[in-house]
């Protein structure tokens, strides 16, 4: 089973029909498995997509234990109202959603800039939802306050920019693109870096060179 994935084509959508291919139940928890949906699952760092299908709430969205390729996205819920065949309408919670997407978007952004300095050397993991999004930076020396409000500055001097931000897929490999910044990414994101708006930088030092940046949007 294969589900496609409408949020690939269609981030700002909020409604779609789709096809139950499959009902489930993963430790006690039954999920449907749809062939087509916008829910994005919880993966990559992102949390997951909340809203309603036929008016039944979902819970979570996940992928197989056994398999994180999106190959089958699975909508944990209550399943008595379904059975396999059955058409059904969903539908997204688009101020998640939209949060979500601006806060991804302006993490890349952070991360292309700071990677730039020679104190960085790599990404370690990283959450987005959508109150904020924190991420786990190796550096050969900790950010101080004041090289963080520099950072600050640069990554909102590129936003306001209004870049636009597309995706891009190589080889199988989805990347996300905005000017001259490139990554790989299979999350959601705005279409252009002027709707993620100000965002605001916190840091905290965990020691061994991790620096935990959290972001946040000013209008939240």
């Known amino acids: 089973m294969k589900t496609e994935r409408l949020f690939d084509s269609y981030p700002y959508s909020d409604k779609f029909t789709a096809k139950i291919v499959y009902i489930g139940d993963s430790l006690g928890e039954d999920y449907l498995i749809l062939d087509k949906t916008l829910f994005y699952p919880d993966s990559g760092g992102q949390v997951g997509d909340s809203g309603f299908i036929n008016n039944v709430i979902v819970n979570y969205v996940g992928l197989d234990d056994d398999n994180n390729s999106f190959s089958d996205i699975r909508h944990y819920m209550d399943v008595s109202y379904f059975q396999v065949g059955q058409s059904v309408f969903g539908c997204i ?29 790599s990404t370690e ?54 000017g001259t910044a490139k990554t790989k990414c299979c999350g959601t994101h705005v279409g252009n870096t002027a709707e993620i708006g100000t965002i605001k930088l916190f840091i905290k030092n965990k020691g061994k060179g991790i620096n935990r940046i959290e972001l946040r949007l000013l209008d939240e």
């Open 125 to 178: 993991s990283s959450l987005v939802s959508d109150k904020k999004e924190c991420t786990d930076y190796l550096m050969r020396e900790d950010i101080s306050s004041e090289s963080l409000r520099v950072l600050e500055l640069q990554a909102n001097n590129f936003i306001h920019q209004r870049i636009p931000i597309s995706t891009q897929t190589e080889k199988g490999v989805r990347y996300w693109v905005c």
């Open 93 to 121: 919670d688009t101020t998640k959603r939209l949060s979500i997407m601006r806060l991804h978007s302006a993490r890349h952004i952070v991360e292309s800039i700071l990677s730039q300095r020679e104190s960085y050397i």
